[in-house]
């Protein structure tokens, strides 16, 4: 579901993950004096300014997080997808901490 102009599946992802942390249904629509109810956008869309403010904060990755991708890095011959993906998520994981 993709309801957004230049939205991505992360920014999508992040946002969904935003709003079921905080509470709300990320599919169900914010509630409203007035009708028609069903035409408000669904939750999780008020949630993709700080989706997108989480991204750009992980932007710059820190010293932890490069030397975690280096060691990552170091522990495969060749980069294939799934290389790539666990070297990706060697720096995610040392951000997480």
Known sequence: MNEGAGMNEMIERLARTICDAIGPNPDGRKPTLYP??????????????????????????????????????METTSMTREAVIKVWMAGIDEARR
């Not at 035409?39 to 820190?62: D, G, S």
Request: proline share 13%; glycine share 0%; net charge negative.
């Open 36 to 73: 028609p109810y069903e035409k408000l956008p669904p939750n999780w869309t008020f949630y993709v300014p700080a989706a997108r403010a989480a991204v750009e904060a992980m932007r710059e990755p820190t010293e932890a997080m490069i030397l975690a991708i280096e060691q990552a890095m």
